[in-house]
């Protein structure tokens, strides 16, 4: 039992920690950065055209057992559709809080707000750098761009970059890393 | 090497006086897999210059699988031949032999049996030249830099690995060449499938080669990696008989060094235990039960004959298992660790120092009463041979005790399971809630709802050398990232979590069987770990040399002169804009 009360007080101890650098107790993951890299805000309307074409098909699709006379099949289509909306209605969210840091050795990146993620990758661990543009981001002027490590999980995609600035990034990201090599 | 067009039908010549060039016989012996005896026994086969491998490589690459091919053809056309020596022509060939028989009475009806005949030699022919010539063909070499190998006589394949990037090297001995002493020598470069074969070599070459090219890969000098490959004495004529008596039997063939002593001794009682307590068995025995009870009481008594290809089944998994880890051994060298396997067919794999991304030490719930734990890696290579019991050879301990454990961590990660970290091992392994000193940060008591019993456990612990995530209290786990070896870090967190102030935290290390990851953190608690192991990894990579491991102590003051020339032109890190 004794343990137990430790725990507590270390859990109370370390709460208290977060009360008194954030004011209040924090619940979502914060970082102390602020100066992140956004991505283009003209992102969000690729991605929203995206979401609305895969939105479009997926619901057409699921209205075929409704067409070939299933009664109730309108509500799969229905509910799906509201999904999509849903998507699309927090996509101006998602896509502002896509950011990415350049710190001196490494590479820190963020995306989500339902699901949070950071990462942080040492330039010197790149693999290699990846710049691809689908139809609808290359209509926009825009491409993404892929830190690519040895190990698959890093998964470092900063989508949404004006293609001049993906390549500055990623000329920067080969010189950097080439100065700071580190093995597998 | 650009300088050899693609399809070079000869390799370039070789040394004419200054080598014996003992493995290069000129007359084609496929048939004669048995080296001559008297030539000098470790050729520096690691000179740089084309070699060519053990002469019947043809003849266990694929000449087996021709030999039963022709074995099968004889067996079917048996009756043929019984009426041509015997000369009666009533002989019931039933329904299956019909059509064969019809097809030679043809041959015979149209005097097309010499055609026939000449036919089958020319295809034997075409055959034998093409398993001469792929074999000639087929040739290495090995610089200081690299291992490189071209093939093929049509389609010409060239692969070159760099030696400084070697993932381990696998001595295998499947059972077959391993009677004529053979032994194929597996070069592992980061990658899926990226390895590079010797198959085959004599069985002392592969010995002798693979200390060679370790001594190249680890950034000692030529001179020393020469003097150190003295030849050592053959038995003679009379003694090739015993030789391969000696090599069948030996466990580890290594011409230098004095044969590396096991660290860790599998009875094969603890082998067989461990198995018959697998949950896989039970399961399987389980499933068994379960027919035969079902079959009794519905009196479908044929049903017991569907279990046969289960029992088949079970049996072979058993047998593969115990025969594969029956002769293990695990022991220190110069060059890192090595693990061996196997009764019949062998492997031997030498992991040098920094090859390993992240170790699991895991306790399955039946193993728990006998205090058995089980130790995996992960990899940067994947090798295509699998080690115990067609596990991948990621399994570095099969079953041992917890001193077997200690032991075998003391190989694979000596900065992190160093003495003075033994305390804190222990309490990774088998304690729970902080330590004594707070050693481990564990989820806070509101996460009881995610970790019903395993709450106190659930923890992370950072030491100067590696990230220690400690987890289950049922099935208790512990997984070891070494910072040299991290890529990346990151921590999540999704509605769920975030309603509970929790975040779950992940080690990236490269593709493999373990997953380094850390849920139901409190989300300060994962900030923290965020921060430090991003530090600490970035501090370990800079601070990293095992790529060349021998370099650091052979060549201080260079490398030293390296790390520096490497520092000074770090770049500014300036941020492109964003339009």
Do not use: C
Not at chain 2, 102 to 113: G, P, S, Y
Not at chain 2, 541 to 555: C, G, L
Request: proline share 7%.
């Amino acid at each position: 039992m004794s343990h137990e009360d430790h725990d507590s007080a270390q859990a109370g101890a370390s709460s208290e920690a977060a009360t008194a650098t954030a004011e209040r107790p924090t619940r979502r993951l914060e970082r102390p950065e602020t100066e992140w890299q956004r991505v283009s805000p003209r992102y969000i309307v690729v991605d929203m055209i995206s979401t609305f074409i895969t939105g479009a098909i997926v619901t057409t699709a699921s209205l075929i057992p409704f067409w070939l006379g299933w009664e109730q099949g309108w509500m799969l289509g229905a509910g799906l559709a509201a999904i999509f909306v849903i998507v699309l209605a927090v996509t101006p969210r998602r896509v502002r809080s896509i950011g990415y840091l350049l710190r001196d050795d490494d590479l820190l990146f963020r995306r989500g707000i339902m699901f949070q993620r950071f990462v942080a990758v040492p330039y010197g661990r790149m693999q290699l750098v990846d710049i691809s543009r689908g139809p609808i981001a290359r209509a926009f002027g825009l491409g993404e761009l892929k830190f690519v490590t040895a190990a698959a999980s890093s998964g470092v995609l900063i989508p949404g970059l004006p293609l001049e600035t993906a390549e500055q990034l990623r000329d920067q990201l080969v010189a950097v890393a080439e100065t700071r090599r580190a093995g597998l | 090497m650009s300088e050899h067009t693609p399809f070079a039908a000869e390799p370039p010549a070789q040394p004419t006086a200054s080598e014996p060039t003992a493995p290069e016989p000129t007359a084609p012996e496929p048939t004669a897999p048995v080296p001559p005896a008297g030539t000098s026994t470790v050729t520096d086969l690691a000179d740089g210059e084309w070699h060519r491998l053990h002469p019947a490589t043809p003849l266990f690459r694929g000449g087996i699988a021709f030999i039963a091919i022709i074995g099968v053809i004889i067996v079917n056309l048996r009756d043929r031949i019984l009426e041509l020596w015997f000369g009666y022509d009533d002989i019931d060939t039933g329904p299956g032999g019909d059509f064969e028989a019809d097809a030679i009475d043809f041959l015979v009806r149209e005097e097309l049996i010499i055609v026939a005949l000449l036919a089958a030699l020319g295809v034997l022919l075409l055959l034998v030249a093409g398993f001469y010539f792929s074999w000639r063909m087929h040739t290495f070499r090995i610089t200081g830099e690299a291992v490189e190998v071209r093939s093929g006589i049509l389609f010409r394949t060239n692969r070159k690995g760099r030696l400084d990037r070697i993932q381990g090297i696998n001595v295998g001995r499947p059972f077959v060449p391993r009677l004529f002493g053979a032994a194929k020598l597996e070069i592992s470069v980061a990658g899926n499938d990226a390895n590079v074969q010797l198959a085959y070599l004599r069985s002392r070459d592969a010995d002798a080669l693979r200390r060679d090219i370790l001594l190249l890969a680890s950034g000692a000098r030529r001179e020393s990696a020469a003097s150190t490959s003295a030849t050592a004495a053959h038995a003679g004529i009379g003694g090739i008989l015993d030789e391969r008596v000696h090599e069948l039997l030996a466990p580890e063939l290594d011409v230098e060094l004095t044969e590396p002593k096991s660290i860790v001794r599998l009875s094969p009682g603890r082998l067989i235990g461990s198995t018959f307590l697998s949950e896989t068995f039970i399961i399987l025995v389980l499933m068994l039960v379960a027919i035969v009870v079902s079959a009794v009481l519905s009196g479908e008594l044929f049903l017991l004959f569907a279990m046969l290809p289960g029992l088949i089944g079970i049996g072979g998994f058993l047998f593969a298992r115990i025969t594969r880890s029956l002769r293990y051994s695990i022991a220190s060298t110069p060059d890192g660790v090595r693990v061996g396997f196997g009764l019949l067919s062998t492997t031997n794999e030498t992991l040098p120092p920094g090859r390993i991304h992240s170790v699991r030490v895991s306790q399955p719930l039946l193993w728990r009463p006998f205090g058995w734990w089980q130790i995996a890696v992960n990899r940067a290579s994947r090798s295509s041979q699998n080690g115990a019991a067609g596990q991948q050879q990621t399994t570095i301990l099969p079953v041992g005790s917890l001193d077997d454990v200690r032991a075998v961590l003391g190989l694979l990660l000596p900065e992190a399971a160093s003495a003075e970290r033994q305390a804190l091992l222990e309490q990774a392994l088998l304690g729970s809630g902080p330590g004594e000193g707070g050693e481990f940060t564990v989820s806070p008591p509101r996460a009881r709802i995610l970790r019903w019993f395993s709450r106190r456990r659930n923890g992370f612990a950072l030491s100067p050398e590696a990230v220690l995530l400690r987890t289950g209290a049922i099935w208790r786990g512990l997984v070891v990232v070494p910072f040299p070896r991290l890529q990346s870090v990151s921590v999540h967190q999704g509605p769920l979590l975030r309603a509970l102030r929790l975040a779950s935290v992940h080690a990236h290390t490269v593709a493999g069987p373990i997953s380094p990851t850390l849920g139901a953190l409190d989300v300060v608690d994962a900030g923290r770990f965020f921060d430090e192991v991003a530090a600490s990894a970035l501090r370990a990579a800079q601070a990293d040399t095992s790529h060349r491991w021998r370099a650091e102590h052979q060549q201080h003051t260079e490398s030293a002169g390296a790390a520096s020339t490497a520092e000074a032109p770090h770049q500014p890190v300036v941020p492109p804009e964003t339009a």
